[in-house]
Nanobody, 119 residues
Framework: QVQLVQSGGGLVQPGGSLRLSCKAS????????MAWARQAPGQELELVAT????????SYADSVKGRFTISRDNDKNTVYLQMNNLKPEDTAVYYCKHSNYDGIWFDYWGQGTQVTVSS
């Protein structure tokens, strides 16, 4: 089992910045992927960004490219999402995801944190 504890989020004005953090603990496999996803009211869950276990491979949804940056600190078992130039359409509940790989994928989710972009 892997436990994920998220922090960060809140209310920010358009054009502002926020940083989300997610600390993992428990049975973390050497091969894993961490990610951030979000869900706006009435919308499907959207995968926002992913990062490989070594941090060398990253991917982003088109909607956040150039504005969001995913990073990780493996010494702290923590993944971050730096969100810049936030827009009202970024308003959503953001979830951290950790996926262990051992021939098959095992997925774990954080508790979610609200991000609201509004003036």
């Amino acid at each position: 089992q892997v436990q994920l504890v998220q922090s960060g989020g809140g209310l920010v004005q358009p054009g502002g910045s926020l940083r989300l953090s997610c600390k993992a603990s428990g049975n973390i496999f050497s091969t894993n992927v961490m990610a951030w996803a979000r869900q706006a009211p009435g919308q499907e869950l959207e995968l926002v960004a992913t990062i490989s276990s070594g941090g060398g491979t990253k991917s982003y949804a088109d909607s956040v490219k150039g504005r969001f940056t995913i990073s990780r600190d493996n010494d702290k078992n923590t993944v971050y999402l730096q969100m810049n130039n936030l827009k009202p359409e970024d308003t959503a509940v953001y979830y951290c995801k950790h996926s262990n790989y051992d021939g098959i994928w095992f997925d774990y989710w954080g508790q979610g944190t609200q991000v609201t972009v509004s003036s």
